[in-house]
T-cell receptor, first 114, second 110 residues
């Protein structure tokens, strides 16, 4: 299957700082990338859908000014958590869609805000 | 009622056993995904199928579109198969999104 990487895999930051997470499709072009978050023992929750070259579409309840998404190329999308708070601590996962119906997931980034 | 339901929620097996995990859905779909999430958190796409059966190594996935049901089978299970298995579907009313099942936590003991 196609490969998606995320960087960093783990990050610890202080409250009030911003953290950027990168999602790359390594062997395919992804016109659409998705960002999810997952709390312990819970299912993935879609945060936003990112289309290359256009603004991301955020799910209801997700603050677009807090979770900045940039999808500047067909192989890279970034999620920036601005002014992070402890409640933002979570597991963030991206996925890329090379074609209709397919999705390939990244390994995830564990964010801990102190 | 959830649109995607999995059973069982938890499953324990001895190494070598044949495992079956079930997924039922109530929405119209054109495909179904089976995903694997290890304790470290990363998600691996195992299968995407829209009809019939697919096999990869010791893993077999089947789907019955009429009955809105899919199964994931693991033959000759091994401790390294211990993970959470998740089925997910893009509903016909919004194929941009995936609806996730609640997952099946599998533990295989040596």
């Amino acid at each position: 299957g196609a490969v998606v990487s995320q960087h960093p895999s783990r990050v610890i930051c202080k409250s009030g700082t911003s953290v950027k997470i990168e999602c790359r499709s390594l062997d395919f072009q992804a016109t659409t990338m998705f960002w999810y978050r997952q709390f312990p023992k819970q299912s993935l929750m879609l945060m936003a859908t990112s289309n290359e070259g256009s603004k991301a579409t955020y799910e209801q309840g997700v603050e677009k000014d807090k979770f900045l998404i940039n999808h500047a190329s067909l192989t890279l999308s970034t999620l920036t958590v601005t002014s992070a708070h402890p409640e933002d601590s979570s597991f963030y996962i991206c996925s890329g869609r090379p074609s209709y119906n397919e999705q390939f997931f990244g390994p995830g980034t564990r964010l801990t805000v102190l | 009622k959830n649109e995607v339901e999995q059973s069982p929620q938890n499953l324990t097996a001895q190494e070598g056993e044949f495992i079956t995990i079930n997924c039922s859905y109530s929405v119209g779909i054109s495909a179904l995904h089976w995903l694997q999430q290890h304790p470290g958190g990363g998600i691996v796409s195992l299968f995407m199928l829209s009809s019939g059966k697919k096999k990869h190594g010791r893993l077999i996935a089947t789907i019955n579109i009429q009955e809105k049901h899919s199964s994931l089978h693991i033959t000759a299970s091994h401790p390294r198969d211990s993970a959470v298995y998740i089925c997910a579907v893009p509903p016909s009313y919004n194929t941009d999104k995936l609806i996730f099942g609640t997952g099946t936590r599998l533990q295989v003991f040596p």
